[in-house]
């Protein structure tokens, strides 16, 4: 007998054995080119989702709020504060900006030790950025927020609040400002955005939280409000609003 018939004869007797083989290893095969299918769809859908992150980043704005007093030759003092909402990212449209201007209270209330109370209020004051001026543009400087010598009538006030707080006897008293601001805009792929930052007088503004925001509104909407012009400093102090502790040292 050949090789070959010899050959021949292993082949027919073990048919059903490599026919077996065979099938798996194209099933091997098969399911191989699947993995490497669903890898390649892996990575082009990873790629794909990188890209829309970059679009996105790219689509929205980034903003600089920055807070800037201007020096009065005349009167040799910074009298004018301003807001400018500058945009180095991507384009806004639709913009529109509007400022909140507080005065922060603390303090202690006139009277005795056990009757004292504890002050720890944000006043909403009307007409100190009363001006707003808007640029057109998408990018670069947007608006600014600006009030005639608002600076110094906040710094009037303020000396007439401590003056009388101080011949009222107050144990504790303090004021000063906070100032934030709310941007609305569509971006560059048409989507709505609304945000609100707290302004520092010196260095980059900080975007707050919506439930922050909606403190600030809260306090904003539903508080009484003085005019920055007509402030007087008697009734500003009889109408603040104690914190709820009487006999409080103040906040540790």
Do not use: C
């Not at 006043?123 to 001026?133: E, H, R, S």
């Not at 710094?155 to 707080?165: G, H, P, Q, T, V």
């Amino acid at each position: 007998m050949s090789r070959w018939e010899a050959f021949k004869g292993i082949l027919e007797r073990n048919e059903i054995f490599f026919k077996t083989i065979a099938s798996v290893s194209i099933s091997a095969a098969a399911l191989l080119v699947a993995v490497l299918q669903w890898n390649t769809a892996r990575e082009a859908s990873s790629l794909a989702d990188m890209q829309a992150r970059i679009a996105e980043a790219n689509a929205l704005p980034q903003f600089e709020i920055t807070q800037q007093q201007k020096f009065n030759d005349d009167t040799k003092t910074y009298d004018n504060t301003a807001i400018t909402i500058n945009n180095v990212g991507g384009p806004v449209y639709e913009l529109s900006s509007r400022a909140y201007y507080f005065y922060l209270v603390r303090g202690q209330k006139p009277g005795n030790d056990a009757s004292r109370e504890w002050i720890d209020q944000q006043v909403p004051v009307l007409g100190y950025y009363d001006t707003q001026a808007v640029s057109g543009a998408s990018k670069g400087v947007l608006t600014t927020h600006m009030g005639y010598n608002n600076n110094a009538k906040t710094r009037s006030n303020f000396d007439e609040l401590r003056k009388l707080a101080t011949q009222q006897s107050w144990s504790v008293f303090t004021v000063e400002h906070q100032v934030y601001v709310g941007i609305s805009y569509a971006d560059l792929l048409g989507r709505k955005h609304q945000e609100y930052f707290e302004v520092a007088d010196v260095g980059p503004s900080r975007r707050i939280s919506s439930s922050e925001a909606q403190k600030v509104l809260m306090l904003w909407n539903d508080g009484k409000r003085y005019e920055l012009d007509k402030l007087k400093a008697d009734v500003f102090l009889s109408e603040l609003i104690p914190s709820g502790a009487k006999g409080k040292k103040g906040p540790n």
